[in-house]
């Protein structure tokens, strides 16, 4: 009979005087073993930690996976879409969201970090051991630094280990609540928990075990491929999208330099839909074939213009989206005044701010701030 590996709980350094070092016990081993159809290959590491340092390791954790750089840039990049207030960022709010939780796994120390503090619930510590099991199975550390090679892939790897973690521990994605950004991040972090189970239940059907395990060793490659089982089956790959180095309009004087970019995926569309309660995200999103968001500065500085460009498997998926855009602006920025813009096919003022909406056959732009129709019309045109 196979035997159980026990946990080994290494915490006489980190745990206060007086407080018991009490880790997952073999029950709990046996639960995320079982239910995830994984073993343990060696003995998992846990550290029990006070409180602060608890939340400085998991401090170090955001930033080594989501950099402050990357976090700065991503608000910006919200900040266009009309997801965020001046108020608001994503450090603050994932911050506030690490410091909810009472136990991570490490995959980069190869360590279940646990609180000591209030001590984690069992369903907590389910989904973290099984998070180890999958490292110790497949290997987590390649997807360090992912983010900021390619977003969406990312989003789409890091959903499918916590798919497998969730459908062990019975986790669900909540109820979405809160500010536009609280809720379009919520959509992200918890899709796991979502439509990833979905994944993680078709594929057990489909090969079992086996089939779970090699699609943990090859990951979704975009989050197309998390959404739908066929997509990830047939390794269907992102439609490219071209995005011009500078645009400008010497008949207004007008120039902007991309600044940066990155990968939007199905996922980004169908959370973007489902923050602004805009009807049938899933149907809407199922057509995206391609996508990125970007950043474009004037010569002059001043606020950037952000950029959303779409490519959709066909014309008809574009006629989808180019739809429910009005209502989109409506909903993100509710004082927009529509206008007569001449080389897009709609456009709307808020204050300063610039929205224009351009499309060529199955390529989507929307661009907002000082240079949005002028961004707009040219992403649109270089993508056809």
């Keep these: 009979m196979r035997q159980f590996v026990a946990v080994v709980i290494c915490a006489a350094s980190v745990v206060p005087a007086g407080a018991s070092a009490t880790g997952p016990s073999l029950a709990v081993l046996r639960q995320a073993e079982r239910a995830s159809g994984l073993h343990a290959r060696r003995p998992i590491r846990v550290l029990v930690e006070r409180a602060p340092r608890y939340d400085a390791d998991r401090a170090r954790v955001l930033e080594r996976d989501y950099p402050r750089r ?90 499918m280990v916590d798919a497998v973690a969730a459908a062990a521990s019975g986790r669900r994605s909540p109820a979405l609540a809160g500010t ?42 975009t989050t ?21 180095t500078h645009v400008d309009d010497r008949a207004v004087s007008t120039t902007a330099t991309l600044s940066a970019s990155e990968t939007f995926g199905e996922l980004d569309v169908r959370a973007l839909l489902l923050t602004f309660a805009l009807p049938e995200p ?10 990125r968001l970007a950043l474009y500065v004037g010569a002059a ?60 056959g199955d390529v989507t732009a929307v661009a907002s701030g000082p240079a949005g129709e002028l961004v707009a019309a040219t992403v649109a045109r270089s993508n056809r």
């Design 180 to 221: 536009p950004l609280d809720r379009f991040l919520s959509v992200e972090l918890t899709a796991g928990a979502g439509p990833g189970r979905r994944l993680v239940s078709q594929l057990r059907s489909i090969g079992g075990t086996f089939a779970l395990l090699s699609a943990l060793r090859t990951f979704p490659q």
């Design 301 to 360: 500085g001043g606020p950037p213009t952000v950029l959303l460009v779409l490519r959709w498997d066909t014309p008809a998926d574009a006629a989808e989206w180019r739809a429910v855009v009005g209502r989109l602006v409506a909903a993100a920025f509710p004082t927009a005044q529509a206008r007569v813009c001449p080389a897009v096919d709609r456009c709307w003022l808020v204050g300063d701010r610039e929205i224009a909406a351009a499309s060529a």
């Design 70 to 159: 990357l976090r700065e840039l991503d608000d910006r990049l919200y900040a266009g879409l009309g997801l965020s207030a001046a108020t608001e960022d994503i450090s603050t709010k994932l911050t506030a969201r690490a410091r909810a939780s009472n136990a991570v796994y490490d995959p980069v120390a190869r360590v279940l970090r646990l609180r000591a503090r209030p001590a984690p619930a069992r369903e907590e510590l389910v989904h973290e051991v099984v998070r180890a099991l999958v490292d110790q199975n497949v290997g987590l550390r390649r997807l360090t630094g992912l983010r900021g090679r390619d977003r969406d892939r990312a989003l789409a790897a890091n959903a």
């Design 282 to 291: 899933e149907r809407v999103a199922d057509g995206w074939g391609g996508g």
């Design 224 to 244: 197309e491929q998390l959404l739908h089982v066929d997509k990830f089956l047939q390794r269907e790959r992102a439609l490219p999208i071209v995005l011009p």
